[in-house]
């Protein structure tokens, strides 16, 4: 179960987009349609911002977009924001009843 | 809404059990997980909870941790023994439809093993 790779940090202006990667498997993102991507802001609870590799739940910006290719799964923050600023965590299932979670990314909105 | 209990400080070696009571839905009804986060780390998934009642486990704790619920007390547990320092975390309940996504988390409670 080793976690997903994404970059430790990634920074971006005000209304930049800025794209935050997240590599697996073919045993994990590779295999199935069940990435999934969390904000955290420091001292809160995770919030969901993407499901199924590129489904928004209602409430969530379009400004935050998924998608997938081969076992690199993305996510896409366009007109960024100051609140944008935060942790974001790339997971996925990775078969045989068992998920992993990526080390996580730290956003900086300059 | 699911609100976690139980967390404190506890000497290597011990037991201690979480709770994660919810509303507006049933426990029973729906996957439910533990995640946890090391002070400064990022997030571990370490246990489900299938709607059926099967349960599965990262490896990190399996054989240590059983998680449980009871359905007339609509909670989710989570059974800790064996601790040890590493398993010092904020852990979270979260539920998990179909075991692809964690959609509402609850505010976590804090574990520290430690003499």
């Known amino acids: 179960q080793s976690a997903l790779t994404q970059p430790a940090s990634v920074s971006g202006s005000p209304g930049q987009s800025i794209t935050i990667s997240c590599a697996g498997t073919?045993?994990?993102?590779?295999?199935?349609?069940?990435v999934s991507w969390y904000q955290q802001h420091p001292g809160k609870a995770p919030k969901l911002m993407i499901y199924?590799?590129?489904q928004r739940p209602s409430g969530v910006s379009n400004r935050f977009s998924g998608s997938k290719s081969g076992n690199t799964a993305s996510l896409t923050i366009s007109g960024l924001q100051a609140e944008d600023e935060a942790h974001y965590y790339c997971?996925?299932?990775?078969?045989?009843?068992?998920?992993?979670f990526g080390a996580g990314t730290k956003l900086t909105v300059l | 809404q699911l609100v976690e209990t139980g967390g404190g400080l506890i000497q290597p070696g011990g037991s201690l059990r979480l709770s994660c009571a919810a509303s507006?839905?049933?426990?029973?009804?729906?996957?439910m997980s533990w995640v946890r986060q090391a002070p400064g780390k990022g997030l571990e998934w370490i246990a489900v909870?299938?709607?059926?009642?099967?349960?599965d486990y990262a490896d990190s704790v399996k054989g240590r941790f059983t998680i449980s619920r009871d359905n007339s007390k609509n909670t989710l547990y989570l059974q800790m023994s064996s601790l040890r320092a590493e398993d010092t975390a904020l852990y979270f309940c979260?539920?998990?439809?179909?075991?692809?996504?964690?959609?509402?988390w609850g505010q976590g409670t804090l574990v520290t093993v430690s003499s």
């Open positions: 909870m299938f709607s059926g009642g099967r349960t």
């Open positions: 979260a539920t998990f439809p179909v075991g692809a996504y964690f959609d509402f």
């Open positions: 073919s045993s994990d993102v590779g295999s199935y349609n069940l």
């Open positions: 199924e590799d590129n």
């Open positions: 997971f996925s299932y990775a078969g045989g009843s068992t998920w992993v």
């Open positions: 507006g839905f049933s426990v029973n009804s729906i996957y």
